[in-house]
């Protein structure tokens, strides 16, 4: 085939063999054609600078691509290149009023992903630190979520609405409301920060380096396997930051 390009919509997409079905019009007929989506792809378009930066496709992308055929007479669609997302954008301007959509999880590979419920598109689902992963079962039903980095069109991820925490992330955000003192043990000191375990909740928190902690280490006030006091001084699902109480 020559190098025209032809325009098309991506139609479905199996994540499992990192395929994409695109649909297309040539000669007044709509037909479909395979294409390749994997990273390995994406960065080949990058060296060949068709493409500044690889893209993650979704369903309902407009690209332009080249028809060329394989080794065993299958044409397929080659130079897939991103053009625009309709119905990403609508996703968008939605979530800068009203940043609340329901979908459905699914996994694939141990990454776990949300279908919009409307648009069939695919976010990557954030799962925090402390927070326990959805199962199959939960899979079945639909969850409330949000997006996440909608000023980059091509970084947008999603998270929960509701969240699975471990039992002792939410004794941690007791602690940390209450402003209580915290006995925890030193694990690990090292040139960024002493981490700990926090005595009740049992998780790992970290306390950062400074003129007043560098003196204590070097008095021996803190060692590996004391018991110290602290408090949590910030939280989020993935780090918990503490400090020593005046």
């Known amino acids: 085939m020559s190098e025209k390009y032809f325009r098309g919509k991506i139609t479905h997409i199996n994540n499992d063999k990192q ?22 792809q994406q960065e080949k378009y990058v060296q060949l600078k ?31 290149l991103y053009e625009y997302n309709n119905a990403l954008e609508v996703l968008i301007e939605k979530a800068s009023v009203l940043n609340k959509f329901l979908g459905y999880i699914k996994i694939v590979d141990d990454k776990y992903f949300i279908k919009e419920i409307e648009s069939y598109l695919f976010f990557p ?7 326990i992963a959805p199962t199959i079962e939960e899979t079945e039903s639909t969850v409330s979520f949000k997006l996440l980095n909608i000023e980059k069109p091509d970084k947008i991820s999603a998270e929960l609405y509701n969240h699975n925490y471990v039992p002792g992330f939410k004794i941690a955000v007791k602690q ?18 002493v981490f700990v375990i926090l005595s009740e909740s049992k998780l790992e928190a970290k306390l950062a380096i400074d003129d007043n902690i560098t003196t204590k280490i070097n008095n021996g006030e803190i060692v590996l396997e004391k018991s110290i006091q602290v408090k949590i001084k910030h939280l989020t699902g993935d780090r918990i930051v503490i400090d020593i109480p005046i």
């Open 50 to 80: 068709l493409i500044k930066k690889p893209h993650r496709f979704l369903v309902g992308d407009n690209v332009k691509f080249i028809i060329k055929k394989s080794s065993a007479n299958v044409f397929f669609a080659d130079h897939i």
């Open 19 to 40: 395929r994409a079905t695109i649909e297309y019009v040539n000669q007044n007929k709509i037909k479909t054609i395979q294409a390749v989506i994997d990273d390995k």
């Open 176 to 193: 940390f409301k209450a402003e209580e003192i915290i006995d925890a043990v030193v694990n690990k000191i090292t040139p960024y920060g």
């Open 125 to 131: 689902l954030l799962i925090s630190k402390f927070e």
